[in-house]
């Protein structure tokens, strides 16, 4: 039957080096059993020690890239990622108010492993004030939540309070991920539109992390396309992410890439 198969779309930039980016999330998109299809917004030199270099591809070709998939497929969900520019940020919110791809997952990208700025920081407002609010959720890391909000994060506390202010600007549903915090575990917020909670995993000794930002978002997204609640997407999501991480690649001499096709962990704790 046709368009029966689950359809998700990334649009972000492309990661030459496999690890981040569209390239990650194709490969947790095909994990997850899910047709993955891509819009790019940008094109990076990369590898596991950091970004070389970037090219923006120009908008009326992302235009184009939106029309075409829109005119084919099906699509149950979509993400965006590393989106560049406040000329390519504007340029996606006009495509996504034309299209329907299902719930949008926002994933702020802003800095690359390596230290590289991902987004232009005239961006931001637009992010803010324009993407935000189509955003069926946001998935921001401690440091882009701090960009976000103008707050400092350093405690548990601290991040309820980021999750609540991007509820108050328009955000719909947030995860705020802990991972950068300096603690034996991973702890992320889940704030929804009717609960919250926390999801602990334990913290990996590893530099294997390059992509966990994209995987994760990549991972709700394919659950949603499946049919899945957003509370489970996400609950998978962090268990896939654990597993990726703890499995991760032995390739490349800096932040190695993760294994999109672990086994799930189950060690995922959910504090309501």
Request: hydrophobic share 40%; charged share 25%.
């Amino acid at each position: 039957m046709i368009n029966s198969t689950p359809q998700t779309v990334t649009i972000a930039g492309s990661d030459s080096g496999g690890g981040a980016g569209i390239q990650a999330d194709l490969k947790t998109f095909q994990a997850r059993s899910v047709f993955g299809m891509s819009i790019i917004v940008a094109l990076t030199a990369q590898n596991t020690k950091g970004v070389q270099d970037a090219y923006f591809i120009p908008t009326e070709f992302i235009d184009a890239q939106f029309d075409s998939l829109a005119d084919d497929f099906k699509i149950g969900a979509c993400k965006t990622g590393m989106l560049a520019s406040e000329a390519h940020v504007k340029c996606v919110v006009k495509n996504l108010k034309k299209v329907d791809f299902g719930p949008y997952i926002l994933d702020p990208v802003m800095i690359a492993k390596g230290g590289h700025k991902l987004l232009e920081d005239d961006a931001i407002d637009s992010i803010k004030n324009e993407l935000l609010p189509l955003s069926t959720l946001i998935t921001p890391n401690i440091p882009e939540a701090e960009v976000l909000t103008g707050l400092e994060i350093e405690s548990k506390e601290d991040m309820v309070k980021a999750a609540n202010y991007l509820k108050k600007i328009g955000a719909t549903n947030v995860v705020i991920k802990g991972g950068h915090r300096d603690s034996n575990y991973s702890d992320d917020y889940v704030l929804l539109e009717n609960e919250s909670f926390w999801l602990r995993g334990k913290r990996i000794d590893t530099n294997r992390t390059h992509g966990t930002g994209d995987t994760f978002a990549a991972c709700i997204t394919s659950e949603l396309a499946k049919g899945e609640t957003l509370r489970e997407s996400i609950i998978t999501a962090k268990k896939f992410i654990q597993s990726a991480v703890q499995h991760g690649i032995q390739v490349g001499h800096g932040h190695g890439p993760l294994n999109h096709w672990a086994e799930l962990e189950d060690d995922i704790k959910i504090i309501e």
